[in-house]
């Protein structure tokens, strides 16, 4: 992990190659998972990156219990609605 001082006075850290950058200093980053899987080859004669076919970087953010709920309910209020809109019928 990198922790540094930029000059608005906020910290930039980097965990994972992740980047915080509007996250005061007594602020903790989010909890986030990462998976590192990218292939790239380097052309050495023209520094040009190509990306293996059938690899990726994924980062996502695992949701709070209560953000769950409250988007679970969305859910089922936006399904409610829908099945009662005339124009889906």
């Known amino acids: 992990m990198f922790v540094g001082v930029v000059p ?10 992740y980047k915080y950058r509007s996250i005061t200093a007594d602020e903790s980053p989010p909890p986030c998972e990462m998976q590192n899987d990218i292939g ?5 004669g023209t520094y040009k990156l190509f990306y293996e076919a059938g690899t990726e970087d994924v980062l996502w953010r695992p949701r709070s219990e209560g953000e769950q709920t409250r ?5 089922r209020a936006r399904h409610e609605e829908r099945k009662n809109c005339v124009l889906l019928l």
């Open 71 to 75: 988007l679970d309910e969305r859910a």
């Open 40 to 44: 790239i080859q380097i052309s050495l």
């Open 8 to 17: 608005s006075g906020l910290t930039l850290i980097i965990d994972n190659g």
